[in-house]
């Protein structure tokens, strides 16, 4: 499976999400004086310099220093700017954590903070880039939304929603061009998952990058086994559309999570967690990077590795069926 590539032609690719981003921020910032990046070193990788070219006032470069990045950037929230810090996730979710947790949460600054080039977008730069903590650490963090984008339409919607929101938002991206999933649906808001394929027997619940593989695999599962998946883009992973995921385990089907990040702390164990303290008891499988050594390789390679693709997924689902 390559995230490049087209493999369902009722599918129109587009572009990368941080390309979308980028020219989502043009479009605000032409209206609106108060739209400001800040960077880390990061306007080349962030898809910012047309951005930068544009509107040379309104971009604020701190070098590679992710803690004053999101230091400045809570300052200048404060100052009743809309501020995008935008940056490498693995840095900044991991160096500027005790800004992120002090200097925006809790001091209830509204900052929007870009983690760009997300989960193991890096590929083979390894360990050190990849960003599989950023949903564990950010998720015990009072006081942030956050996000993670399927397609370019959700990033587009998310990226114009987080600028009227006045509240810290963890926002995160990869670097590959993406599909649209599903132009029919086109409502979004933060907190609400996003269904792109309707079914009966069974539930995949993803979010960023993994929902087009697990697209393709409830496909997959419909023309080759007659098993009907509900695919759902949990775009926003903190608050959870817990109405929604009751409404998922209501029949008692199973249920597998897909997410580019740990298996530990993420997508999969806040669903797990509410619906087990709910009472539900439904088949149930968390699919993401297990807690290992990451094997090194690009981003489709690792996916494939550890079963994050539409073969993999699809046979993840029967097993769990005919369990």
Same mark, same amino acid.
């Given at each position: 499976?390559?995230?490049?590539?087209?493999?369902?032609?009722?599918?129109?690719?587009?572009?990368?999400?941080?390309?979308?981003?980028?020219? %989502?921020?043009?479009?605000?910032?032409?209206?609106?004086?108060?739209?400001?990046?800040?960077?880390?070193?990061?306007?080349?990788?962030?898809?910012? #310099?047309?951005?930068?070219?544009?509107?040379?006032?309104?971009?604020?470069?701190?070098?590679? $220093?992710?803690?004053?990045?999101? /230091?400045?950037?809570?300052?200048?929230?404060?100052?009743?700017?809309?501020?995008?810090?935008?940056?490498? !996730?693995?840095?900044?979710?991991?160096?500027?954590?005790?800004?992120?947790?002090?200097? #925006?949460?809790?001091?209830?600054?509204?900052?929007?903070?870009?983690?760009?080039? !997300?989960?193991?977008?890096?590929?083979?730069?390894?360990? %050190?880039?990849?960003?599989?903590?950023?949903?564990?650490?950010?998720?015990?963090?009072?006081?942030?939304?956050?996000?993670?984008? $399927?397609?370019?339409?959700?990033?587009?919607?998310?990226? *114009?929603? !987080? !600028?009227?929101?006045?509240?810290?938002?963890?926002?995160?991206?990869?670097?590959?061009?993406?599909?649209?999933?599903?132009?029919?649906?086109?409502?979004?808001?933060?907190?609400?998952? *996003?269904?792109? *394929?309707? /079914?009966?027997?069974?539930?995949?619940?993803?979010?960023?990058?993994?929902?087009?593989?697990?697209?393709?695999?409830?496909?997959?599962?419909?023309?080759?086994? /007659?098993?009907?998946?509900?695919?759902?883009?949990?775009?926003?992973?903190?608050?959870?559309?817990?109405?929604?995921?009751?409404?998922?385990?209501?029949?008692?089907?199973?249920? #597998?999570?897909?997410?580019?990040?740990?298996?530990?702390?993420?997508?999969?164990?806040? +669903?797990?967690?509410?619906?087990?303290?709910?009472?539900?008891?439904?088949?149930?499988?968390?699919?993401?990077?297990?807690?290992?050594?990451?094997?090194?390789?690009?981003?489709?390679?690792?996916?494939?590795?550890?079963?994050?693709?539409?073969?993999?997924? +699809?046979?993840? +689902?029967?097993?769990?069926?005919?369990?």
């Amino acid at each position: 499976m390559e995230l490049d590539k087209i493999e369902e032609k009722d599918l129109k690719m587009g572009k990368a999400n941080q390309d979308v981003f980028s020219e %989502t921020m043009q479009a605000l910032a032409e209206t609106d004086r108060n739209i400001i990046a800040v960077t880390s070193d990061s306007r080349g990788s962030g898809k910012l #310099v047309p951005f930068g070219q544009k509107y040379p006032n309104q971009i604020v470069e701190v070098g590679i $220093a992710e803690q004053n990045l999101v /230091g400045v950037a809570a300052g200048l929230a404060s100052a009743g700017k809309k501020i995008f810090a935008v940056s490498p !996730a693995c840095f900044l979710s991991a160096r500027a954590l005790e800004q992120i947790k002090n200097d #925006v949460c809790y001091s209830d600054n509204p900052v929007t903070l870009v983690g760009i080039s !997300a989960g193991i977008s890096y590929g083979a730069l390894g360990t %050190t880039h990849h960003s599989l903590h950023d949903f564990a650490v950010l998720r015990a963090i009072n006081n942030i939304i956050i996000v993670a984008p $399927a397609d370019n339409f959700e990033t587009e919607q998310a990226v *114009r929603l !987080a !600028a009227k929101t006045k509240k810290p938002i963890y926002m995160r991206y990869g670097k590959k061009a993406m599909p649209f999933l599903d132009e029919s649906n086109t409502s979004f808001e933060f907190g609400k998952g *996003r269904v792109v *394929r309707e /079914g009966n027997d069974l539930a995949i619940i993803a979010t960023g990058e993994t929902v087009y593989p697990a697209w393709l695999a409830a496909k997959k599962l419909e023309d080759e086994h /007659g098993v009907k998946a509900t695919v759902v883009s949990m775009h926003t992973i903190k608050p959870l559309d817990v109405k929604l995921l009751e409404e998922l385990a209501a029949n008692g089907r199973p249920i #597998v999570t897909v997410e580019e990040h740990m298996v530990n702390g993420g997508l999969g164990e806040a +669903c797990a967690s509410y619906l087990f303290q709910k009472g539900m008891r439904n088949p149930f499988k968390i699919m993401g990077i297990p807690d290992e050594y990451t094997v090194t390789g690009s981003q489709v390679e690792i996916f494939n590795h550890y079963g994050i693709s539409k073969d993999g997924i +699809c046979k993840t +689902c029967i097993e769990l069926i005919n369990k």
